[in-house]
């Protein structure tokens, strides 16, 4: 819960780590990102492998506690042991029982952080180390991953040198410098732990209930060398690893390492079913052979190795609580490959010593803290996931990380004291929310409230927001970062202006098609600009465009990113109400603001009756999207404003002359105004940059589109103090790649913010590009 | 398996810093011993083929620790990645293909499959029945020292003879 004082801490703190572990982690997350898209665009059958995977994790934690029983059958069958253990002290227990004070080799194992097994160990005298080289240099810097996959992504190669040189003593031409030179060390040193370790000890990425088979996802080696030379392996995994059988495995290993890192196959996907076959390695006993004498590969390779002990450790510790919870059900078709963390804005800046609990990090990081650690552990972090939704594609088995993250600021949120409700905002709220909710959530969650507000009282309400001391107060009482500039009210909302021009203009007889322009809370009350050159577009290629007041209603959308479901869920229902009318009176619904449309058609089926959503979400379209749909169907582009008319001609009129023929496409050779395009990130989720992008070339204009995953602002983001210098780091590759520019166009209202912020303010709306000038 | 299967199983190999030696069955003692760095130990390969001389079998964990190249079979191939299917097996294998620098893998024409479905396929019984394999796709890398190195843990050269089959 945010108080000024924590406000000011977690400013401090993220400022601290944007200056510290900022740009490693930016530069690697940024290079996992770009990996994952070309491995995925060249992966054949991609959304199907992704829906197979998902289908794979659907069936196994609906079937688990017989899938659990299954695999148990399996490994004893080959001698192993299993133990479920209820919770991180009870698993731990049980290693602590086979280890028993002696000395331990661990491949990266996640599950392991959780239960803290390494202290736990070592307080019975046992020597742990980790043998992941990542894993390695944490331990000896004594910090937490940051990182699910890359564990030290947060660390420099000088840090690392540094590192070693002081720890072990070197120095001059002792000291390793180069990457290959720390490769080396570490491999040498940790090769003396892997000879004399008693206990192997790794994680699993998958289980295989029919076989007892693990599959153990690495690209060092470490964990072949930790599981087969010491005689005595321990596997710690969380339930939800456990699938119904080997064949379920295939979609998983192609896309594991393609989502995470962007490696097509990582080097070693070792598929273990322990005990194994393999000889341990004795090099106590150097000089006796490790098989039997003259047996050649394959020679009884089924049979488990007389000497090996083999312990799989199925830990709870929540999960099988969160199988219950159905909207915590889906973290735990996770397959902890860090996509969600590589394309997060957010993330790619601050690292999950920022964005991550106690162990997980990144934008899962809230499903599984909120489940194995509680909602105290996710608060700390949950509000850095914006719900941009760029993670949603990139999860291999579709998991909707947004909506994950929205739940758990609700129950936060209704978590919280309500001895801490604020006065100051509370005629704000309907209220649909219990609880301590906290007051600048309050406030960007009723935007809507406020915007009327504001354009009733514009331009006193203007000119009272920008003055210091209201500022000063905002920051103090609402987290409402002083040096962002705050959006200015219109006093003509989009609705008064289009009565005012006496409706729609279109007659009814000569009508393509009927829309309703929908008024979202930001066009209606702040950029009402770019609702009128929707109209106007609409006009020009024939549409009868409406706004009735009727439809002037919040979607929802903001109440929503403050995890204000059931506040939310009561404005999706008016919103419906006043656009599912407009859909069955055969209007088309033309959506200006791209998270209003993502909540048509992304979070309207969770707050609404499912055949309501889909008749919404059937009923409308994204602006552009429609401008192109339209275009496609025949209609004219004469009307619309092109590359090079400037504002000042339509596009009809330097054609007029009848030259014939000419069916207004631009010849595509790139030699149009260019203009430089970011979408918004719901858009992009929505896969419509594409018309944007179609319709400005269509109009002659050559585009740029940005290459960075999100703008920064995300909604409310970029307004909270606490927020407000991470979401302008975030922004930085767009200044990088936008900021020669002569034309920036963006579609959302938040991105055009953060923009202007960052380039200076000129940004439009694409609709505004192509509209025909206001006559 | 078909030339394209292959030719695709050569290209994958080549794309994760691996190499394909093709050879006849009789021509394998040869092609093996033009890829070694001595000292070398392996592991006695099935199906009638033979290691070159001067290669130790049955190695010690002294020798394992001193050798500079490892020979094993491999039991399956993927065209798809260039991956070789390695057994876990009681002769030693896992060891053999993971400690020294250089791994040499030996696998047959006919065990390339194109596909990791197909591979997944053909090892489902095996593993029901109790078996161990390694995809090993090149040669072990790590990121985590702030560049990429290849070889980590596990090899840095990863040499893999393809044993054309006799009746072709
Ligand atoms: S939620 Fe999806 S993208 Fe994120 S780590 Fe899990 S599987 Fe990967």
């Known amino acids: 819960m945010s108080k000024p004082d924590s406000r000011a801490e977690t400013a401090a703190r993220i400022r601290h780590l944007l200056e510290t572990e900022g740009d490693a982690v930016a530069e690697n997350t940024r290079g996992f990102n770009r990996g994952r898209h070309e491995a995925v665009r060249e992966l054949e059958g991609y959304e199907a492998l992704k829906s197979e995977a998902r289908t794979v994790k659907e069936d196994a934690i609906e079937r688990l506690p017989e899938l659990i029983d299954d695999l148990r059958e399996a490994v004893e069958a080959n001698g192993g042991r299993v133990y479920v253990a209820d919770d991180a002290a009870d698993a731990n227990a049980y290693v602590r029982e086979v280890v028993d004070g002696g000395t331990v080799v661990k491949s990266k194992s996640m599950t392991t952080e959780e239960l803290e097994l390494n202290e736990a160990l070592e307080a019975d005298g046992a020597a742990v180390t980790e043998t992941d080289l990542g894993e390695w240099v944490l331990q000896l810097a004594d910090e937490a991953p940051s990182h699910i996959v890359g564990p030290a992504i947060h660390k420099s190669r000088e840090g690392i040198a540094d590192l070693f040189a002081e720890t072990f003593d070197l120095a001059g031409e002792d000291r390793p410098e180069t990457a290959e030179e720390l490769t080396r060390f570490a491999r040498e040193r940790l090769l003396r732990d892997i000879r004399e370790a008693d206990v192997g000890v790794t994680g699993a990425n998958f289980l295989a209930a029919d076989s007892g088979t693990m599959a153990l996802v690495t690209s060092e080696g470490n964990a072949r060398k930790s599981a087969v030379v010491p005689d005595t392996h321990v596997a710690v995994a969380g339930v939800e690893k456990v699938i119904p059988t080997v064949e379920d495995l295939a979609p998983f290993i192609e896309l594991i390492g393609r989502s995470g890192t962007g490696q097509d196959i990582t080097s070693y996907v070792s598929l273990l079913t322990p005990p194994v076959a393999s000889p341990p390695v004795r090099f106590s006993e150097s000089d006796e052979p490790m098989a039997d004498a003259g047996t050649a590969a394959g020679d009884g390779a089924c049979e488990a190795h007389p000497d090996r002990e083999f312990h799989l450790v199925l830990v709870d510790n929540g999960r099988l609580a969160m199988r219950e919870d159905d909207d915590l059900r889906e973290t735990l078709y996770c397959i902890r490959c860090g996509a969600c963390s590589n394309s997060c804005g957010n993330f790619q800046s601050v690292g999950g010593h920022a964005f991550g609990g106690e162990t997980y990090s990144g934008g899962i990081a809230t499903g599984w803290e909120a489940g194995v650690e509680g909602l105290d552990t996710a608060a700390e972090f949950n509000d850095l996931c914006t719900g941009c939704s760029r993670c949603v594609p990139a999860c291999p088995v579709k998991i909707d990380i947004p909506w994950i993250n929205t739940v758990v600021r609700d129950r936060i949120n209704r978590g919280g004291d309500p001895g801490r409700f604020d006065p100051l905002v509370e005629g704000l709220t309907p209220d649909d929310e219990s609880g301590g909710i906290d007051p600048s959530k309050r406030l960007f969650g009723n935007f809507d409230t406020l915007a009327k507000l504001g354009s009733a009282t514009a331009p006193l309400s203007n000119w009272g927001a920008s003055l210091g001391p209201v500022r000063a107060a905002m920051d103090r009482w609402l987290g409402i970062a002083p040096e962002r500039d705050l959006p200015t009210f219109e006093r003509e909302t989009l609705v008064d202006w289009f009565e005012s021009r006496g409706g729609p203009r279109v007659s009814e007889g000569m009508a393509r098609r009927e829309a309703v322009v929908y008024p979202d809370t930001y066009t209606n009350h702040v950029a009402v600009d770019r609702g009128k050159a929707a109209v106007r577009t609409l006009e020009a290629l024939g549409v009868r465009a409406h706004v009735p007041e009727s439809t002037a209603v919040a979607s929802g959308r903001a109440p929503l990113s403050q995890g204000m479901v059931e506040t939310a869920r009561g404005k999706a229902e008016r919103c419906r109400d006043a656009l599912l009318a407009e859909v069955d009176a055969g209007r088309d619904v033309v959506v200006i603001e791209p998270s209003d449309l993502a909540a048509f058609e992304r979070e309207y089926e969770r707050l609404l009756p499912e055949a309501d959503a889909t008749a919404l979400a059937d009923g409308c379209y994204e602006v552009l999207e429609y401008v192109y749909g339209l275009l496609e169907n025949g209609a004219e582009p004469a009307g619309l404003a092109a590359a090079g008319d400037g504002h000042a001609a339509g596009y009809g009129d330097s054609r007029g002359a009848g030259d014939g023929g000419d069916d207004g496409e631009s010849d595509g050779d790139g030699d149009g105004i260019p203009v430089a395009y970011h979408a918004h990130c719901q858009q992009r989720t929505l896969d419509l940059e594409a018309h944007t992008v179609a319709v400005l070339e269509r109009l002659g204009y050559d585009v740029t589109t940005s290459e960075t995953e999100c703008c920064g602002m995300a909604g409310s983001f970029g307004y909270k103090s606490a927020y407000y210098e991470l979401s302008m780091d975030v922004g930085e590759p767009l200044v990088e790649q936008f900021g020669d520019a002569d034309r920036v166009l963006a579609s959302g209202t938040s991105c055009c913010e953060q923009l202007d912020a960052l380039l200076g303010p000129s940004t439009e709306h694409p609709i505004e590009a192509i509209a025909p000038p206001e006559r | ?168």
């Open chain 2, 1 to 168: 398996m078909s030339s394209d299967t292959l030719s695709a199983f050569v290209a994958g190999a080549e794309d994760h810093h691996a190499s394909v030696h093709p050879s006849a069955p009789d021509a394998v003692p040869g092609t093996v011993a033009d890829l070694i760095d001595p000292p070398a130990v392996g592991v006695r390969l099935p199906d009638g083929l033979d290691l070159p001389e001067g290669v130790a079998t049955d190695p010690t964990p002294a020798e394992l620790d001193a050798a500079n190249t490892g020979i094993t079979a491999a039991r399956l191939a993927i065209a798809d990645y260039g991956t070789v299917v390695l057994e876990s097996d009681a002769a030693g294998s896992e060891a053999v293909s993971l400690f020294p620098e250089r791994h040499v893998a030996v696998v047959r024409a006919g065990d390339v499959v194109p596909g990791m479905r197909e591979a997944i396929g053909r090892l489902g019984d095996r593993l029901r029945d109790g078996a161990s394999e390694v995809l090993a796709t090149g040669p072990s890398a790590t990121a985590d020292m702030g560049d990429l190195v290849i070889g980590a843990h596990g090899p840095r050269e990863v040499e893999i003879v393809l044993v054309e089959d006799s009746d072709e």
